[in-house]
């Protein structure tokens, strides 16, 4: 292992390591918002509102992400809208993975008793206010370890941006790679260790809190 090329190209992986972590934040954050609307329709007793639901859910997740950021970074210009490689592949990742989330917070709401939402109706609150207040933060809690999964899985997917210029830490990688020659980089997979350790302990604490006081 070659620490020169480390020390050499560092401003290049800290910046592909900045715009990496300031990705996954924005898709973390949208993808989750997303995913619990997505997750609402698909339980509500609106038909039509419940099919837009699931007809998203089951495309998105039966597509590659390779091809939904094609269609923001390649298909969009098309119709008069240009988005950089950073854009379109964040918007993609978080498109993306608010899929997989809807699915686990809908499996969450499902989980929780159905006494619950008649109880906070009893009480004067309305659908979305207990969905809000009572059902949803229960939901949560209880997913808690397949939602950590999907933000491990976003950090790692965001490698995605590395195919449309997205100044992440792949693309930072194979201009490092092309200019010394490796083939192989190990040191942009520190750095992705750097991203996912800390969440995944960061989850796993979460998960024993939330459980205990559950």
Known sequence: MNFSILTENFDMYMDGFLHTLLASF???????????????????????????GTAYVEFIRNIPLLLITFVF?????????????????????????????????????????????EAARSSGFTYSQAMRYVILPQAVKIV?????????NLVKNSSILGVVAGLDLMYQADLVSSSTLVVFDVFVALFYLMLTIPLSIGVHYLERRL????
């Open 211 to 214: 459980g205990k006081s559950y």
């Open 144 to 152: 808690i370890p397949p939602l950590g999964n999907q933000f491990l």
């Open 73 to 117: 970074y390649f298909g969009l210009p098309n119709a008069g809208l240009r988005l950089d490689g950073f854009q379109a592949g964040t918007i993609a990742l978080t498109i993306y993975t608010s899929a997989f989330i809807a699915e686990a917070i809908r499996a969450g709401i499902q989980t929780v008793s159905k006494g619950q939402m």
């Open 26 to 52: 924005i898709a973390l954050a949208g993808s989750f918002a997303l995913g619990v609307l997505i997750a609402v329709m698909r339980i509500t007793a609106f038909k039509p509102i419940q099919w837009i």
